[in-house]
């Protein structure tokens, strides 16, 4: 199965800590977006990142998250000294970005539910 | 402010009839509009998409149809199967290759056999 991979599926952090969520795209895309559910609400963008390039961050929030797709190796997204309003869920998407006149569509990683106690 | 909206947070439809799930956007540079459905525990599922240029598009048991003038689009599913029940996402995006997708908080369908 050459589909969006995420790990881990479930990370529980103390308030503090530091919380690292990877997402593997799938086989081809070189688009990685990643998106946070929080409970009863939707799903809202965070980043949009290419190889080696940040292209949207415009929904991240300004202090202690950051993101990186590097030229080899899975995106990261990184939250550091976790409070407990950033439990949700973490989804990871990719595209490959063949743009023909209409968008592409994203495809969905199983998330990784991030619990902060 | 909510750009994408899905008004109803709960649908309950008996097998083999039309299960019909609304969205309203309000911003009208959104070019692109796609429909995802997720189980609990799982990713969102890409299901059927449509361009601004069209106002139908259909894939076997799942349609959607684009009203551009009433900014509103609706995922029509006939006929209705158990394995429907699920919470279904409406989404819309610019028609740039690459722009983050809108979500509407989603609505949870419920098909009784």
């Known amino acids: 199965n050459a589909g969006v991979m995420q790990n881990p599926r479930h990370l529980v952090r103390r308030r503090g800590q530091e919380a690292r969520l990877r997402c593997s795209p799938m086989k081809g895309h070189s688009h990685v977006y990643w998106y946070r559910q929080l409970p009863e609400e939707g799903l809202k963008f965070m980043v949009y990142?290419?190889?080696?390039?940040?292209?949207?961050e415009s929904g991240m929030p300004k202090e202690r998250f950051s993101a990186e797709f590097p030229k080899e190796g899975p995106s990261i997204l990184r939250i550091q000294q976790v409070v407990r309003g950033d439990s949700a869920a973490y989804f990871c998407?990719?595209?490959?970005?063949?743009?023909?006149?209409?968008?592409?569509?994203?495809?969905f990683g199983p998330g990784t539910r991030l619990t902060v106690t | 402010d909510q750009q994408v909206k899905q008004n109803s947070p709960s649908l309950s439809v008996q097998e083999g009839r039309i299960s019909i799930l609304n969205c309203d956007y309000t911003n009208s540079m959104f070019d692109y509009f796609l429909w995802y459905k997720k189980y609990p525990a799982e990713g969102p599922t890409f299901l059927i998409s449509?361009?601004?240029?069209?106002d139908k598009n259909e894939d076997g048991r799942f349609t959607v149809f684009l009203n551009k003038s009433a900014k509103h689009l609706s995922l029509h599913i006939v006929p209705s199967q158990p394995g429907d029940s699920a919470v279904y996402f409406c989404a819309a995006s610019g028609d740039q290759a690459g722009t983050a997708l809108i979500f509407g908080k989603g609505t949870t369908l419920s098909v009784s056999s």
């Open positions: 990142l290419q190889k080696e390039n940040i292209i949207d």
């Open positions: 449509i361009s601004s240029i069209k």
């Open positions: 998407a990719s595209s490959s970005n063949q743009f023909t006149g209409g968008s592409d569509e994203q495809y």
